[in-house]
């Protein structure tokens, strides 16, 4: 099992900047990606960013250019920094960690952009 641990969510205004954090714990050996996905309500959830364990990262469209992913494999825990928010932004933001075949979630951390 591995266990995610998401903070840094709450309320910004438009233009204004967040780090979201994910602590991974638990059984995280060969894990092969983590990432960031939000749900805003009445949408699907969307992946934002993912970062193998290689270190190659992908991005959605909308967010290129404005969201970073980075990780500290010391600390086991990965970081979206996000600049320049939208109201477009706001949603549930979700850590993901794919092990072999599964998808170990977070609790979801709040991210309200607006003014």
């Known amino acids: 099992q591995v266990q995610l641990v998401e903070s840094g969510g709450g309320l910004v205004q438009p233009g204004g900047s967040l780090r979201l954090s994910c602590a991974a714990s638990?059984?995280?050996?060969?894990?092969?990606?983590m990432g960031w996905y939000r749900q805003a309500p009445g949408k699907q959830r969307e992946l934002v960013a993912g970062i193998t364990s290689g270190g190659s990262t992908n991005y959605a469209d909308s967010v290129k250019g404005r969201f970073t992913i980075s990780r500290d494999n010391a600390k086991n825990t990965v970081y979206l920094q996000m600049n320049n928010l939208k109201p477009e932004d706001a949603a549930v933001y979700y850590c993901?960690?794919?092990?072999?075949?599964?998808?170990?979630w977070g609790q979801g951390t709040q991210v309200t952009v607006s003014s």
């Open positions: 638990g059984s995280i050996s060969s894990i092969n990606a």
């Open positions: 993901n960690a794919k092990k072999l075949s599964l998808n170990y």
